[in-house]
């Protein structure tokens, strides 16, 4: 009998707002969508809730007191730079909502939110965060194939330049010797005369 698939953890959100009331009306809505989520009243408490419960959202109102949402979303980036950002805002502040999509933020909505419109939201804004994260990830991995193959190659090469450098070696002068040490020299990307004086070594 196959074994059950392990279920996946669900998403998590951290919903930051100075309001109980919307924090808890946000929260109803979004575990109804089948999120996990995880409430903050300020962005101090914030930041405190990103470090121990690793969200993969944060939806932010702006107007906060001690610190705006606008100085929350560089400090939350700065502690996870792929944390998707959601910013909801005051019908009276598009400027200031701009200014959170120029400091990373993916979206914002504005008050009172229109809850299909952040449905969407959210799938857009955990769409993009899970593509730089796949994104990243095969970066990084090529990064690691190039460096595997290229000191593979550079083994190889050495290799057979040393092969070259025994037959060059085992013959006496001939005519196309220097021509063969320069070809030798270019491959292995050393100087010819230090290839020259290699084989003066080895012939003893």
């Not at 698939?5 to 100075?18: A, G, H, M």
């Not at 419960?53 to 906060?64: H, N, Y």
């Amino acid at each position: 009998m196959a074994k059950p698939e392990p279920q996946s953890e669900p998403t998590k959100i951290l919903v930051v707002d100075d309001e109980d009331g919307i924090r808890q009306a946000l929260d109803r809505f979004l575990t109804r969508l089948g999120y996990r989520v995880v409430q903050a009243a300020n962005a101090a408490e914030a930041l405190e809730r990103q470090a121990t419960e690793t969200p993969e959202l944060m939806l932010s109102d702006i107007r906060m007191p001690n610190m705006t949402g606008v100085e929350l979303v560089p400090k939350a980036l700065a502690h996870d730079p792929d944390l998707a950002i959601i910013m909801l805002t005051a019908i009276d502040e598009p400027r200031t909502a701009i200014e959170c999509l120029k400091l990373g933020a993916y979206d914002y909505l504005i008050k009172p939110v229109d809850l299909d419109e952040l449905e969407l939201s959210l799938q857009g804004a955990l769409r993009q965060r899970q593509l730089e994260v796949e994104r990243r990830e095969l970066e990084q991995w090529l990064a690691r194939e190039v460096a595997v193959r290229t000191r593979d190659l550079e083994e190889h090469t050495t290799a057979i330049g040393q092969v070259a450098l025994d037959a060059l070696a085992a013959t006496n002068s001939w005519p196309g010797e220097r021509q063969a040490v320069e070809k030798l020299a270019e491959a292995l990307g050393s100087p010819a005369d230090e290839i020259a004086a290699e084989l003066l070594k080895r012939r003893g």
